[in-house]
């Protein structure tokens, strides 16, 4: 019986090799389908290509077991590691991370929740809930914290009617859909605030990672998601006061407790399996890490697998501090000490802080620069994106430094040039054009004066009468002075 059972296994894991060497060979996504076993989903989802791994001296990602998983760099939004990062997925509970982001947008922390008999009964049997009835409320502060600690379900209706003032859900989640895609959210559709099942209720592991930039930005949302327990106090709203503990392992306290974690939710039903969205820090580099369709306690280790990955592989560089191909200086508009009107404060520089992400092996200089003058912000001139053989490592911003420098463009030489002298120029032909027609318009103020009569001649010209009296009297002279000639007087 046991050999049985080991030869049809083995030849399940052969099954699974053979499909997934043909679906590679066919180009097409690979996805479990619903009749295999959890182990063979998960040996399948384990063969899945890492779309970074095919990146030229990209360190390489851990195999993990989750179908979609993306760990990105929260400041720069670089993408560390990707595998199926655009394959639609269902969320499940972290949907309760914009829910609760929008809350903090939307409301005073001392406003009343109240519970409606919607809000309390469309939270199915034995889901997630921390057993509110109708009629009792609770501050906004008080439902974040039972949202992000006991994923309650309820609760989440509940701050959903209240910002909106309808039971109806899919008000709320127009709101919800207009703020994903706010922050960057490119395939994602929800329904509901808390995730429950809905085929129309999906995102990918990348839209979760850019909705978790705002979400792992809010400190307070991050303090909460990561406490072990929640109290609630008795009062004229809560006749009970309440107690409940976060479910959570990688917080502190549990098994897989990690200790640079600073924000996380998780999220579960039986068609979107186990995910996890969670942030960590250390060392100045701030990874969001999102791992989709897993198994318990699996989204854990794929989790820190992946932080590890990214904090042992990777850095932060800061642009200005590295950068050699463009230089903006005290020098002024030009380059290398060519200052065009003798100020000595130059109209661009560098952003001091912003950095790009790089392999620990790799240098700014193995970079490739490109500048956009796109960039949405009044206060940049332009944006220098970096790309490291092929991947988007992260961009700097070229700013004004003075409100009336704005007219005045610029443009990076060629790669060869730049090695020989590091230089940024300002848009030349527009300095050019103004000095020539400042040039034009002197020299035409000067031909103009040059041409313009003199005083005697403006009068010999203003007054023909006098003139001819002057002519007459003149000739006259003349007649007298042949007259009298050759006389001895």
């Not at 990348?206 to 106090?233: H, K, V």
């Not at 004229?236 to 407790?257: R, T």
Request: hydrophobic residues 40%; glycine residues 6%; charged residues 25%.
């Amino acid at each position: 019986m046991f050999c049985t059972k080991k030869i049809l296994h083995r030849a399940s894991l052969l099954c699974t090799g053979l499909l997934l060497t043909c679906s590679l060979l066919a180009g097409t996504p690979l996805r479990a389908s619903a009749d295999q076993s959890v182990e063979e989903r998960l040996e399948l989802q384990r063969a899945m290509p890492i779309d970074t791994n095919e990146i030229q001296n990209w360190p390489t990602g851990p195999v993990v077991s989750a179908e979609s998983a993306i760990l990105m760099e929260a400041d720069s939004g670089t993408i560390l590691y990707a595998k199926n990062i655009h394959q639609r997925e269902y969320p499940a509970s972290t949907t309760k991370i914009l829910t609760t982001l929008l809350a903090t947008e939307l409301c005073r922390m001392d406003e009343l929740v109240t519970f409606s008999k919607k809000a309390v009964f469309d939270n199915p049997p034995g889901s997630s809930g921390i057993a509110m009835d109708v009629g009792q409320a609770l501050t906004v502060e008080q439902c974040l914290n039972a949202i992000l600690i006991r994923s309650a379900n309820e609760v989440a209706f509940a701050l959903a009617e209240h910002i909106t003032g309808t039971s109806d859900w899919s008000v709320f989640a127009e709101i919800m859909n207009k703020r994903a895609a706010e922050l960057g959210a490119l395939d994602t559709h929800f329904v509901n605030p808390n995730g429950l099942p809905d085929e129309n209720h999906y995102t990918t592991a990348y839209d979760l990672a850019m909705i978790g930039r705002g979400f792992f930005a809010n400190q307070m949302l991050c303090d909460i998601s990561i406490t072990r327990r929640m109290e609630l106090p008795a009062s004229e709203y809560l006749p009970e006061a309440k107690i409940e503990n976060s479910s959570m392992q990688i917080i502190p306290g549990g098994k897989y407790a990690y200790e640079y974690l600073i924000g996380c939710k998780t999220g579960y039903t039986n068609v979107a399996r186990s995910s996890l969205v969670s942030c960590a820090e250390k060392d100045g580099l701030k990874l969001i890490c999102v791992v989709m369709k897993d198994e318990s306690p699996l989204q854990y280790e794929d989790t820190i697998a992946l932080f590890n990955y990214g904090f042992s592989n990777f850095k932060k560089c800061n642009v200005a501090e590295f950068e050699t191909r463009y230089n903006i200086d005290s020098t002024g508009l030009f380059y290398k000490g060519n200052d065009l009107f003798g100020s000595s404060e130059s109209m661009l520089t560098l952003n001091k802080t912003d950095c790009i992400i790089l392999p620990k092996a790799a240098a700014l200089s193995d970079t490739v620069s490109t500048i956009s003058y796109d960039t949405g912000d009044d206060t940049k001139a332009a944006l220098i994106h970096y790309t490291f053989n092929g991947a988007e490592v992260g961009t700097a911003g070229i700013e004004f430094t003075q409100t009336d420098a704005k007219d005045f463009g610029f443009e990076v030489t060629d790669e060869s040039e730049a090695e020989e002298e590091s230089v940024i120029f300002v848009n030349v032909l527009k300095v050019l054009a103004v000095v020539l027609i400042a040039a034009l318009v002197i020299g035409l103020i000067l031909l103009l004066l040059r041409l313009r009569p003199s005083r005697r001649d403006r009068g010999y010209l203003g007054n023909p009468r006098r003139d001819s009296r002057r002519r007459r009297r003149r000739r006259r002279r003349r007649r007298d002075r042949d007259r009298f000639r050759g006389f001895d007087l």
